[in-house]
């Protein structure tokens, strides 16, 4: 099971991104998908999950607005797309596979590799 992520990179504040996560397989139209990030000397954290429909999404309250999650099994992919980027949106931002959504990191069962977003003031 492979999770490859894309889509980071280095914007400037007020822009915007959107992350890729390609999965190997089924793995990605058969299960729940999340988001989570971790910045430097910080724990990962998470920031949004979607069931393997698409139809349920999750948010991190603090997020909320500027994050959008969305799917397409046709494709085996999850994106999160993020407005408004602030710095404090710098951190490695990783997608995992779950059985349902979930805000735990411990409730993923594959984790891709990350993706560096580095957001400039």
């Known amino acids: 099971v492979q999770l490859q992520v894309s889509g980071g990179g280095l914007v400037q504040a007020g822009g915007s991104l959107r992350l890729s996560c390609v999965g190997s397989g089924r793995t990605v139209s058969l299960s729940a998908m999340g988001w989570f990030r971790q910045a430097p000397g910080k724990e990962r954290e998470f920031v949004a999950a979607i069931n393997w429909s698409g139809g349920s999404q999750l948010y991190a309250d603090s997020e909320k607005g500027r994050f959008t999650i969305s799917r397409d099994n046709a494709k085996n992919t999850v994106y999160l797309q993020v407005n408004n980027l602030k710095p404090d949106d710098t951190a490695v931002y990783y997608c995992?596979?779950?059985?349902?959504?979930?805000?735990?990191?411990?409730?993923?069962?594959?984790w891709g590799q990350g993706t560096q977003v580095t957001v400039s003031s």
């Open positions: 995992a596979a779950s059985t349902s959504p979930s805000r735990l990191a411990s409730s993923y069962l594959y």
